[in-house]
């Protein structure tokens, strides 16, 4: 069975620091990957997708993918409130081809 | 602008209603799927619409009935839920369908089942 772990947090970090997000697979076919992010009551927003080894980086945002080691993670420079929400990381099911959603882990950035 | 809508926002249904959940994407994607959410979880998925196509059914009652009207709209067909169908209900749209191509969310519909 296709997993995706997250480390569930809460994740607390100070306004203005850097969070740190990580996410493991199973599936060494997968090739997609991205990271959604969820503030309560509300759906999942994405917000950065990513597909080959290294980093992509948009606004304050940075994923990471090391293929080899089945690890992708998310950098958030200079946190802010607004950014408090459950992060959500997904991967392609490699031959099957569902999107497989992790637990999320639930950020808080503490004025 | 939210380019996947869907209505209603909110329900609440009893065990013996039939009611219908709708979503639209305005983006042009060929692919649809219905999700469903309970508190604390990731999304399930329940159904993949491609090309206006069932492709994938993750095993879901029969109480459940997609349909697909045409590229831009998919339905949910409600009948003879159970308190535990309460979930947010979420669609999304996809340029292709599968998980290797980026998936956009409605804002969801928060159904509640007496």
């Known amino acids: 069975q296709k997993e995706v772990e997250q480390n569930s947090g809460p994740l607390s970090v100070p306004e203005g620091a850097i969070a740190s997000l990580n996410c493991t697979y199973s599936d060494r076919g997968s090739q997609s990957f991205f990271w959604y992010r969820q503030y309560s009551g509300k759906s999942p927003e994405l917000i950065m997708s990513i597909y080959s080894n290294g980093d992509k980086e948009d606004g304050r945002f940075t994923a990471q993918l090391n293929k080899a080691s089945q690890y992708v993670s998310l950098l958030i420079r200079d946190s802010q409130p607004s950014d408090s929400a459950t992060y959500l990381c997904a991967v392609d099911g490699g031959s099957n081809y569902k999107l497989t959603f992790g637990k999320g882990t639930l950020l808080t950035v503490n004025p | 602008d939210t380019e996947v809508t869907q209505t209603p926002k909110h329900l609440v249904m009893g065990m013996t209603n039939k009611k219908s959940l709708k979503c639209e994407q305005h983006?042009?994607?060929?692919?649809m799927y219905w999700y469903k959410q309970k508190a604390k979880k990731p999304p399930e998925l329940m159904f993949v619409?491609?090309?206006?196509?069932?492709?994938i059914n993750e095993s879901v009652p029969s109480r459940f009935s997609p349909e697909c009207p045409n590229s831009s709209l998919l339905n949910l067909h409600l009948h003879a839920l159970q308190p535990e169908d309460s979930a947010l209900y979420l669609c999304a749209s996809s340029q292709g369908a599968g998980g290797t191509y980026e998936q956009y969310f409605g804002p969801g519909t928060r159904l509640t089942v007496t």
């Open positions: 983006m042009g994607h060929r692919a």
């Open positions: 619409y491609s090309y206006e196509k069932l492709s």
